[in-house]
């Protein structure tokens, strides 16, 4: 536990050139809490304590306001920066090293039973409000532009860029 701790926290060093010590990350940093967070609620969650683990995600995002539903499943090295608003819905499935902007939706487009929420794959960016929607996939290597809607998968090592002027 304490080894994963201090890789989240190494993790958030290297991702953010403002982040000056551990002691600060690990203090004033609502990424980080709504993660650690989330692995509480998403243990709740796959042992059958379904509402538990619903209170617990409210409260944490009452704290972090980052939206993490315990149902989601995240891999490691994972970083929100800033974080305000990022929700991450309940059949997402995230990889390692993946890191999110501010305002990030990875959310469904329908009401269907199963999976409905995407797939990001290893050392994916994304930047600040973007919106993946859907049971789609995106690629090992994508990087996402800021405010881009994506509804398709993307292949690996995609650039999508999304200018609204």
């Not at 042992?47 to 490691?76: C, D, N, Q, V, Y």
């Not at 960016?125 to 789609?136: D, F, T, Y």
Request: hydrophobic fraction near 45%; charged fraction near 20%.
């Amino acid at each position: 536990m304490f080894k994963r701790i201090n890789e989240d926290l190494k993790t958030a060093l290297l991702g953010d050139p403002a982040a000056r010590n551990k002691l600060e990350v690990l203090l004033a940093y609502p990424g980080i809490h709504a993660l650690w967070n989330h692995r509480i609620a998403h243990f709740l969650w796959t042992h059958g304590l379904k509402l538990p683990a619903r209170l617990f995600s409210e409260w944490s995002r009452t704290l972090t306001g980052i939206e993490i539903h315990p149902g989601a499943t995240i891999g490691r090295r994972f970083f929100i920066d800033h974080g305000m608003a990022v929700v991450i819905g309940e059949t997402t499935v995230i990889g390692d090293d993946v890191m999110l902007y501010h305002d990030v939706t990875l959310g469904s487009r329908g009401f269907s039973q199963g999976k409905r929420h995407p797939t990001i794959n290893n050392n994916v960016i994304i930047g600040s409000g973007a919106r993946v929607l859907g049971n789609i996939t995106i690629g090992e290597g994508c990087r996402i532009a800021a405010n881009s809607v994506v509804t398709e998968s993307l292949a690996a090592k995609t650039v999508e860029f999304f200018y609204q002027i």
